[in-house]
């Protein structure tokens, strides 16, 4: 199996599985973003000092 077929694959289940927790717990998907954005405006501020 080549190995954009094979990333693909991971990428299809971790796409599935998100998508079941997200279904199971939707409060999840808030905490997730939510960190996200914290991760993401940390590394902003720390780039531009």
Do not use: Q, T
């Amino acid at each position: 199996m080549p190995m954009i077929a094979a990333s693909g694959m991971i990428a299809g289940i971790i796409a599935i599985v998100a998508g079941v927790v997200i279904i199971a717990w939707p409060r999840v998907i808030a905490y997730v973003v939510g960190v996200y954005l914290i991760i993401v405006g940390v590394m902003a501020v720390i780039n531009a000092l």
